[in-house]
């Protein structure tokens, strides 16, 4: 996983990425909301911390992190379900659909 992340991260970089994001589509058949069928996409930044540094403030580089390129958390809060719920209890998981091609829109992988 780490190699195809480093990977990514330097063509992403090529073509001015600065940000990646999990495009996600709810399995249930749409979002809630009216209108029927609803993507939504979590977004991240394109930095992280070094965790291997000995200070305790650590300092930031930058990469894709390998651990969130195949599988991240949304914030399902956000979802519109007409009410309001706690995020922890609302999270879902992604995955990438190896299938799809990665691309980048608007500096975001």
Same mark, same amino acid.
Not at 2 to 21: H, P
Not at 54 to 75: I, S, V
């Given at each position: ?6 990977a990514m ?20 058949? *749409? =979002?809630?909301? !009216?209108?029927?069928?609803?993507? /939504? $996409? ?6 992280d911390?070094? &965790?291997?540094?000995?200070y305790t ?8 992190p390998?651990?969130?390129?195949f ?7 956000s979802?519109p379900? *007409? =009410?309001?719920? !706690?995020?922890?209890?609302a999270? /879902? $998981?992604t ?7 990665? &691309?980048?829109?608007d500096?975001?992988?």
């Amino acid at each position: 996983q780490k190699v195809i992340a480093d990977a990514m991260f330097t063509w992403a970089r090529e073509f001015g990425a600065i940000d990646f994001a999990h495009w996600f589509f709810p399995l249930r058949g *749409g =979002g809630g909301a !009216v209108g029927g069928m609803l993507g /939504a $996409f979590k977004r991240d930044t394109l930095i992280d911390l070094e &965790f291997s540094s000995k200070y305790t403030t650590k300092p930031m580089k930058a990469c894709l992190p390998h651990e969130r390129l195949f599988q991240g958390e949304t914030d399902g809060s956000s979802f519109p379900n *007409g =009410g309001l719920r !706690v995020t922890h209890s609302a999270a /879902a $998981f992604t995955t990438w659909d190896r299938a799809s091609p990665p &691309f980048v829109m608007d500096k975001c992988l």
